[in-house]
């Protein structure tokens, strides 16, 4: 009895819609404006997210990432998370590095050390780059790729440098840069070799390795007055086992260096990408609230039109009355035709979504990440929207009274 009675709305409000096909048009746009917008925003967020972790999933479980709790930074740089990286002062000295190197269940361990300065080549403009001090063995604890030429190693340490791909650009005009010279802070440094040019600017080192000079740790400290600052050390264990108890070791030796402050943290498996995801997140959620908006009005709208359309159909709502329908009948055909028009604007939304972010991801770093979970939120606010916008002109039909209504519409 069910199951007839709700095709039969379903077939009425599909010819009710039908008959007001330009309205109805305007109700799904509404609706597809406001569903694409948070589709998109969903999608570029989350492929973000995904290139974080497939970065440390080929790094291995056994990654462990030492930070410092506060660090000084550019307060112009807090919204981009590439910056993250770019301190000035840091709790982390060489003394923590020689402890890390101690303990008997790391395998190996590289500092990342940031130096303030400019490159230029010749007599060209300075080449806006982060210039990285490190180890050789920073390769093994980040997804690092060289296209051309060597890394940093113990015979090639003094004044020798490796170059993202568009640094390479920037300093020569081509990445076959291995050979060349340039001036960073002016001293003469050779190009020894050129990092593969990344899929994304985004990773757990917070580093744009595309626009940035590697230099050894040692030329680092000699621009520092000898002093090691360092901003982070990427651990690797010997056994993924011992992780959870390598970081409570590696905490306490560290704070007990610090004269038992515990001013650093010690990162391991989604905590390394906590950080960066806070940020992204913090700005998905703003503008996820801006897209709401606009559902949200398209909910006003849809609401709108169906209240004119109560208007118009009075009599028909009289007849149906007056021939037995029950108030609970009228009520479920107009919500059901709210529910039609959310639904489809829905679906067109979602879809509509999804285009946006594959072409605005053409000029982004990163492709978006595609989930059923994005499919189901879409599906289901757009259904919200059309419960929580329909019910109102539902009930308003269906508590017309058919005398009033035939009465009304002569």
């Not at 050894?216 to 056994?239: E, M, R």
């Not at 909910?299 to 039109?305: D, H, K, L, S």
Request: proline content about 4%; hydrophobic content about 45%.
């Amino acid at each position: 009895m069910i199951r007839p009675l709700l095709f039969e709305h379903i077939a009425t409000a599909r010819e009710s819609l039908r008959r007001t096909r330009t309205r109805t048009m305007l109700s799904v746009i509404g609706i597809a404006i406001g569903v694409a917008s948070i589709t998109a925003i969903l999608a570029l967020s989350g492929g973000i997210t995904h290139v974080i972790d497939k970065q440390i999933k080929n790094t291995g479980d056994n990654l462990l990432i030492v930070k410092p709790k506060v660090q000084t930074a550019d307060s112009a740089n807090f919204t981009n998370p590439l910056s993250a990286n770019q301190y000035t002062t840091s709790p982390l000295d060489e003394s923590d590095l020689e402890l890390v190197y101690k303990n008997e269940n790391v395998k190996m361990a590289a500092p990342l050390m940031t130096v303030g300065g400019t490159v230029k080549y010749n007599s060209g403009p300075p080449v806006n780059a982060t210039i990285l001090s490190t180890t050789p063995s920073f390769t093994e604890t980040s997804p690092l790729v060289l296209s051309d030429g060597q890394f940093i190693d113990s015979v090639t340490l003094e004044n020798t440098a490796v170059l993202g791909a568009q640094t390479a650009i920037d300093l020569f005009g081509t990445e076959q840069a291995v050979g060349k010279s340039f001036k960073l802070r002016g001293e003469n440094f050779t190009t020894i070799g050129v990092i593969k040019r990344q899929q994304s600017p985004i990773n757990y080192n917070n580093v744009d390795f595309d626009s940035s000079v590697i230099i050894s740790f040692d030329s680092g400290k000699l621009f520092n007055h000898g002093i090691a600052q360092i901003q982070q050390i990427n651990v690797i264990a010997s056994n993924s086992a011992n992780l959870e108890k390598l970081r409570d070791q590696l905490t306490k030796v560290i704070s007990k260096n610090h004269s038992g402050d515990r001013d650093i943290n010690v990162l391991i498996g989604k905590e390394i990408t906590t950080p960066t995801n806070q940020l992204f997140n913090f700005m998905r959620t703003m503008l996820a609230m801006i897209a709401g908006i606009s559902l949200v009005v398209g909910g006003i709208g849809v609401m709108n039109i169906m209240l004119v359309s109560v208007a118009e159909r009075v009599r028909e709502i009289g007849l149906r009355k007056s021939v037995g329908a029950t108030t609970g009948s009228i009520a479920a055909q107009f919500l059901i035709e709210a529910l039609i028009t959310c639904s489809i604007g829905g679906f067109i939304g979602f879809i509509s979504g999804y285009a946006v972010a594959f072409t605005a991801s053409r000029f982004l770093p990163y492709d978006p990440l595609f989930s059923w979970d994005i499919l189901l939120t879409a599906l289901l606010l757009s259904i919200g929207i059309g419960i929580i916008f329909g019910l109102y002109p539902a009930i308003r039909a269906a508590r017309k009274q058919p005398i009033e209504s035939l009465r009304h519409s002569r």
